[in-house]
């Protein structure tokens, strides 16, 4: 198979993002484990060969012109999640944006066929694109191969304990800051209970943005709630490397999302042996399964008991680490590659 994959998000902002990873991640998988078809990897604008059997568009975005309206190929188009679609009272779009959604629900229901990462995410295509069941192919994504437990590497350890500025014992945050994220909850829990919080996140420290788009709203309330705070330690963007360590020095890990198209952190956490606190709001139960320590997300005092017992009680922690990692052996990116060649093969052959 002759496969051309758009690979323009690595050359913008979503390079760190989860677009980013999962575009990275699916390219090294197919060509490692796949390298008998021909891969064109291109950008936006580059004109493609002729000969080309089908084209992967790997990234959605409702209110960015990503996917061309009149399609000279095959196409195939992976769609993370519609969480902007599907809580529209907190993602205001405007005029403006509800005709880019209109130009590219069109374009989307044009696909010959659509990856998402969660059962979660097809209901919510199904139901907002207007798309047959059929259509839609759900493909798990996994932990990237280095997020692992770090054995006999004190020195490391400690420096990046050092380096961060560390306690001892805290419960970790990976990810951004938009309503679905229920951050404002999760800080407020974290208050109740005084134990520190470390958060990982480029927008957790970004100065240059729109105060007054909503948006927004949750990011200026996360931080003026962490302003002048101790307990609360803010990283911003730290390097894989860096990452993967501090997953192995966290006590906990914490999401409790309002609703995740699929919730990669969570895995992330696990492959590290680091025990995991969710809600199952979303895809969150669909992916973490029974190894993690579930709580109510619209509920302050509910995320912050679930963390305070999973915080201070080591043979649970212990527990949930050992589940979390029986459950991340159910994802990998070579079973991600070979069930997205899948969906080539039957859009090629149909």
């Known amino acids: 198979m002759k496969i051309a994959i758009d690979i323009s998000p690595l050359q913008t902002g979503h390079k760190v993002r989860g677009a980013g990873f999962y575009l990275e991640n699916l390219k090294r998988a197919l060509v490692k484990y796949y390298p008998q078809n021909e891969y064109k990897f291109f950008t936006r604008g580059e004109k493609l060969p002729e000969d080309v059997d089908l084209v992967h568009f790997p990234y959605f975005e409702p209110f960015f012109l990503a996917l061309p309206i009149y399609k000279k190929y095959l196409t195939v188009v992976t769609v993370h999640d519609l969480t902007p679609i599907v809580f529209k009272k907190h993602f205001l779009r405007g005029l403006r944006g509800e005709i880019k959604w209109q130009m590219q629900r069109y374009a989307l229901k044009k696909a010959n066929a659509i990856i998402t990462d969660s059962n979660c995410s097809k209901k919510d295509i199904v139901k907002h694109v207007g798309v047959p069941a059929e259509r839609v192919s759900v493909v798990y994504l996994a932990a990237g191969e280095e997020f692992k437990i770090i054995h006999n590497s004190e020195f490391i350890i400690q420096n990046l304990r050092m380096k961060y500025n560390l306690p001892e014992k805290f419960v970790l945050y990976v990810g951004d800051v938009t309503w679905n994220k229920n951050l404002p909850r999760l800080i407020e829990a974290i208050k109740s209970i005084n134990v520190p919080l470390v958060m990982v996140g480029k927008a957790l420290v970004s100065e240059d ?3 007054n788009n909503p948006w927004n709203r949750d990011l200026v309330r996360v931080q003026n709630l962490a302003k002048n705070d101790k307990t609360i330690i803010k990283l911003g963007f730290i390097s894989t490397e860096d990452l993967v360590g501090v997953y192995n020095l966290a006590t906990v890990f914490a999401m409790p999302s309002l609703y995740e198209g699929f919730g990669l952190p969570i895995l ?18 669909e992916v973490a399964g029974d190894a993690a320590f579930y709580v109510d997300a619209y509920d302050i005092n509910s995320i912050a008991a679930g963390i305070k017992k999973v915080f201070n009680d080591e043979n649970l922690r212990k527990e949930f680490s050992k589940k979390g990692f029986e459950n991340v052996k159910r994802f990998s990116w070579k ?4 069930e997205t060649l899948g969906v080539y093969k039957k859009v090629i052959e149909s």
């Open 268 to 285: 992330e956490a696990m492959s590290c042996g680091c025990p995991v606190v969710a809600t199952r709001e979303g895809s969150l139960g």
């Open 335 to 338: 079973k991600t590659a070979e």
């Open 209 to 211: 943005f729109d105060r």
